[in-house]
């Protein structure tokens, strides 16, 4: 049997008594902080994880600041294509006013100066700018996409696209280039043969133009449709962003957020164990065999 003296209990009490204060100052330290642990080796696991929800997060609002940037591209686009179809509703009221045998090479004349700043218009609108380059300059940012002087439809507009990451993986088209904007709908086109109909004093070209308008008119729309298919698509993403968000800083909470309530119930049931501990210790350790003898 081993044989236990005073030294030996009052260690014993000592380490008990150290051990029940670590756990009330942990028990405080999670009532202050709000957290559970304060160091990675109190919970490697958990720590893992909420490290990895964090960087979670962070990747969120870097796909939330890219929404945002490419609805505000989306918004500008829409407010050319807007113009756009202006300028064309006006080509044609032109075709048709002088597409008829009471036209005169004199009101042609005036008529094609007219178009020719419609063609300067639209040759502008290729050329919007957003920040630092060209909202319809596809891979070329840099470059103006159109060409303003005569020829006015000449262009240099480039292929390729704008797109950002909207999600993990999931790459957004954020805007049509200015091929696709003027080349590929005929609008440039459609006022070029206006313009040329009229110049020549030519009332059957220019009727005839109106066909060209109205099929460039149907390819800006079918743009505008595209881009309001695309519009939504940025909302819905938007709204699967909020609810990963919630989902994550719930998950998050959870892991490494004490419950305040459950907290200083623990700290208190800890300190009460504690004073408990220090009277039964400073009763032990008093007692001596000549106490006991009495």
Not at 38 to 60: G, I, N, W, Y
Not at 133 to 153: E, H, K, M, R, V
Not at 205 to 211: D, E, F, K, R, Y
């Amino acid at each position: 049997m081993m044989r236990v003296t005073n030294n030996i209990i009052q260690r014993n009490a000592t380490l008990t008594l150290q051990q029940n204060l670590q756990r009330v100052a942990q028990a405080q330290t999670r009532v202050s902080s709000g957290q559970k642990f304060t160091a990675f080796a109190d919970d490697p696991q958990a720590q893992s994880s909420v490290m990895q929800s964090s960087s979670a997060l962070r990747a969120l609002e870097q796909y939330r600041r890219n929404i945002g940037d490419a609805a505000a591209r989306t918004n500008l686009e829409d407010s050319v294509l807007d113009q756009l179809t202006t300028a064309i509703d006006r080509a044609k009221d032109v075709a048709i006013q002088q597409g008829t045998s009471t036209a005169t090479a004199n009101t042609r004349g005036g008529a094609k100066a007219e178009v020719d700043q419609l063609i300067n218009f639209v040759a502008s609108l290729g050329n919007t700018k957003y920040q630092d380059g060209y909202l319809f300059g596809g891979d070329n940012a840099t470059s103006a996409p159109i060409t303003t002087s005569p020829p006015f439809y000449a262009t240099t507009a480039p292929g390729g696209t704008h797109s950002t990451e909207i999600a993990a993986g999931q790459l957004f088209k954020s805007n049509h280039n200015a091929q696709e904007l003027l080349l590929d709908t005929g609008v440039l086109g459609a006022l070029k043969s206006l313009s040329t109909a009229l110049g020549a004093n030519d009332q059957t070209a220019v009727g005839a133009s109106l066909t060209g308008l109205s099929t460039s008119q149907e390819g800006v729309q079918s743009l505008v449709g595209d881009l309001g298919a695309r519009q939504n698509h940025l909302d819905i993403t938007g709204s699967n962003l909020d609810a990963l968000e919630t989902n994550l800083k719930i998950f998050k909470s959870n892991i490494a957020e004490v419950d305040q309530e459950q907290a200083v119930t623990e700290l208190v049931s800890r300190q009460t164990a504690y004073q408990a501990a220090m009277l039964a210790t400073s009763r032990v350790i008093g007692m001596t065999l000549t106490d006991y003898l009495r």
